[in-house]
C-alpha cells in the first residue's frame, strides 16, 4: 500500500501520516512524549486549550507544549468562539514555539458545548469559517480543523467541510461520529468518503482505528491522506510505532513484560520529575492500565486488581507480578522511582 507522507507547507510534514490523537487528560506532555519516543507518530497535539474572553498568554501555552521536538511536529489544539481572542491566542503560541496549530470543533463536553464552543460550532459553519479564515490570516504557520460529522446528525457535514476548505485550513481531522454519537462504535467510516469527495486539502480520518488493517482499510476505502489514532494508543503505545513499521515494510516492535515494565518506570520518573503527587501519579498509571492490552497478560481479574491499587507501591508489585507470571526471565523489575 501507498503510504505517503502528508505536506503541510511552511516545512511542516507528517511522515508518516499516522498521527496520535490529541486527549484531554490524557496526552499532557509528559506521555505524549512518552508515545512519541516511542517512535511512532508522524504528529501530535496537545490536549485542548480552551480559549474564553482572553488570549492564553504564551508562558501558559509554552507549559503544555514543551519545548520543540526536531523529529517531529507538534502543535497547539485551540478551543474557543471569537475569532479575534483565538487568533491573539494562536499567534502566542507561535510565540510559544508551536509549528502548527489545530482548532477544536468536536469537543462534545456539556460544559463546554453551553457556551457554543467545541461540536457546537458544527450547527453554525459560517461562524467556523470565519474562526478558522481569523487564525489563518493571523499566524504563519499551517492551521488545521478538527471536526465531528455534525451535533445530532451529519446533515450539516458538507457545510462544515467547504467551511474549513475555503476558510484556508492547512488540512483537515474528520472524527467520524456526531456529538450524539460521543463515542460509540462503530466510528461511521462512509462519511469520511464523502468529506473526500468536498475538500482538496489533506484528509485525515479518525476513529477506531486500532492497528495497521483498520488504518489500511481507511486509507484504501475513504482516500482519507493520512489517520489519527486515540484510544487504540492507550490500548498500545505502540500503535504508532507499529504503523510507521508496517508502512515502511519493517518489522513491528516486540512488546513484552520488559517493554511495559520500562515505559511505567518511565511515566512514574517523568511525571514525579514534573512535581506530581502519589495521588495524581496513581491515577494517571491507572488510566493507562484500565485501556492496556499489549505487553503483559491483563485478563478482567488483573485489571480489576491493578485499578484497586491504594498506593503507587501496592500497583507496582501487582504489576511486577504480572510481569513474572508472562515471563520471569525477560521481566527484570521494576526500577525504583528516580526520586527515592
Ligand atoms: C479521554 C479523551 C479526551 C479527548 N480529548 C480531546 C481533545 O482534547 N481534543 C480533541 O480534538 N479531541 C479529543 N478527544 C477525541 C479524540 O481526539 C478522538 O477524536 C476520539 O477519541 C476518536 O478517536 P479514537 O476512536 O481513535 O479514540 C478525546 C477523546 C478521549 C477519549
Not at 510534514?13 to 490524557?26: H, I, N, Y
Not at 475538500?199 to 482519507?224: Q, S, Y
Not at 492496556?292 to 503507587?312: C, F, K, N, Q, S
Request: aromatic residues 4%; charged residues 25%; glycine residues 10%.
Amino acid at each position: 500500500m501507498d503510504v505517503r507522507p502528508i505536506d503541510l507547507g511552511r516545512g511542516v510534514r507528517f511522515d508518516p501520516p499516522f498521527v496520535l490523537a490529541p486527549m484531554e487528560g490524557v496526552t499532557h506532555r509528559v506521555f505524549r512524549d512518552l508515545l512519541l519516543d516511542a517512535g511512532g507518530p508522524g504528529a501530535a497535539w496537545t490536549e485542548f486549550l480552551r480559549v474564553s474572553q482572553v488570549p492564553l498568554r504564551t508562558a501558559a501555552i509554552r507549559r503544555e507544549l514543551g519545548p520543540p521536538r526536531a523529529d517531529v511536529p507538534v502543535g497547539v489544539q485551540l478551543m474557543g468562539t471569537d475569532p479575534g481572542v483565538v487568533a491573539e491566542t494562536a499567534r502566542n503560541a507561535v510565540t510559544a514555539g508551536a509549528p502548527m496549530i489545530d482548532l477544536n470543533f468536536g469537543c462534545p463536553a456539556p460544559v463546554v458545548f453551553n457556551k457554543c464552543a467545541g461540536s457546537a460550532m458544527l450547527d453554525h459553519p459560517e461562524r467556523l469559517r470565519a474562526l478558522v479564515a481569523a487564525v489563518v490570516a493571523a499566524v504563519d504557520v499551517p492551521v488545521t480543523a478538527k471536526v465531528r460529522l455534525g451535533v445530532r446528525d451529519a446533515s450539516r457535514f458538507e457545510e462544515v467541510v467547504r467551511a474549513v476548505d475555503e476558510a484556508g485550513a492547512a488540512a483537515l481531522t474528520v472524527h467520524a461520529r456526531t456529538r450524539a454519537d460521543q463515542y460509540a462504535h462503530p466510528a461511521r467510516w462512509e462519511h469520511l468518503a464523502r468529506a473526500r469527495e468536498w475538500t482538496r486539502r489533506p484528509l485525515i480520518g479518525n476513529g477506531d482505528v486500532l492497528g495497521w488493517d483498520d488504518a489500511a482499510r481507511m486509507m484504501r476505502e475513504c482516500k482519507v491522506d493520512g489517520v489519527m489514532v486515540g484510544r487504540g494508543a492507550l490500548r498500545d503505545p505502540w500503535v504508532l510505532a507499529r504503523l510507521r513499521a508496517r508502512a515502511r515494510g519493517a518489522p513491528e516492535p516486540e512488546v513484552g513484560p520488559a517493554q511495559v515494565l520500562g515505559f511505567h518506570a518511565r511515566y512514574r520518573d517523568d511525571m514525579l520529575r514534573g512535581g506530581a503527587s502519589e495521588r495524581g501519579l496513581l491515577g494517571q498509571l491507572k488510566q493507562l492500565y484500565r485501556r492496556l492490552e499489549v505487553g503483559l497478560p491483563i485478563d478482567a481479574a488483573a485489571r480489576a486488581g491493578l485499578l484497586r491499587a491504594a498506593t503507587l507501591v501496592e500497583l507496582e508489585a501487582r504489576v511486577e507480578a504480572l510481569a513474572r507470571a508472562c515471563d520471569e526471565s525477560a521481566a527484570p523489575g521494576l526500577t525504583p522511582p528516580a526520586s527515592a
